[in-house]
């Protein structure tokens, strides 16, 4: 069974930190996707990301996809109270509709 | 703006009866999805679609059905609503695997 492990689980920091979320898996998928859920709605989707070293920039957001494509990280610069949320991962492998979740980290800014 | 509309935002219904949770697309795609979302859980599959007519299950369909008779529209049928299917119901749908999701604004039932 594939599994996407992020950590961490929990973070809450001051506005205008940095932090780094991670998603780990011990398999290979061919795309993964970040995602940001607000509460009471559904996911929307951030990023997707399908080469190995692959690095992507949305504003104040970095996603990089490892060499080896079994592990994703997400960084965000100068943190804002709107960037508060649960990040989810979820990674996909050829020829199959399904997307495995990460278990989501759920991030706080404080103002 | 594309979207996926999920027919009811909070929805209590008693133990025993029949649900249904609506979910219409309006970005002609092919894959649609259904999943639950608990806390410590994460979200987890239970039927998907990838054509009109078709339907696959997911990781957990017990006690659920699905019906997709048009390609924009995906129905998720809770045929005795118990109370540990109280949850958050989410619709997704996606042109492929690459994509990723565009998902609805979720579904939360509470089963009494």
């Known amino acids: 069974t594939q599994l996407l492990e992020q950590s961490p689980q929990f973070l809450s920091i001051q506005e205008g930190e940095n932090l780094t979320v991670y998603c780990n898996s011990s398999?290979?998928?061919?795309?993964l996707q970040w995602y940001r859920q607000e509460p009471g709605e559904g996911p929307v989707l951030l990023v997707t990301?399908?080469?190995?070293?692959e690095v992507k920039k949305l504003k104040r957001l970095t996603f990089q996809f490892g060499d080896a494509r079994k592990d994703s990280s997400l960084h965000i610069t100068a943190a804002q109270p709107g960037d508060t949320g649960l990040y989810l991962c979820?990674?996909?492998?050829?020829?199959?509709?399904?997307?495995?979740f990460g278990t989501g980290t759920r991030l706080k800014v404080l103002a | 703006d594309v979207k996926v509309t999920q027919s009811s935002r909070y929805l209590v219904k008693r133990t025993g009866e029949k649900v249904f949770l609506e979910c219409v697309q309006d970005?002609?795609?092919?894959?649609m999805f259904w999943y639950r979302q608990d806390p410590g859980l994460g979200l987890r599959l239970i039927y998907f679609?990838?054509?009109?007519?078709?339907?696959e299950k997911g990781d957990i369909p017990e006690g659920y059905s699905v019906s997709r008779e048009k390609k924009e529209r995906f129905s998720l049928i809770l045929e005795s609503a118990s109370t540990n299917q109280t949850s958050m119901y989410l619709c997704?749908?996606?042109?492929?695997?690459?994509?990723?999701?565009?998902f609805g604004s979720g579904t939360r039932l509470t089963v009494v």
């Open positions: 398999s290979v998928f061919s795309s």
């Open positions: 990301v399908v080469t190995g070293g």
């Open positions: 997704a749908s996606s042109p492929d695997t690459w994509y990723g999701y565009t």
């Open positions: 679609s990838y054509d009109v007519k078709m339907k």
């Open positions: 970005m002609d795609h092919e894959n």
């Open positions: 979820a990674g996909a492998n050829s020829g199959t509709y399904k997307y495995i």
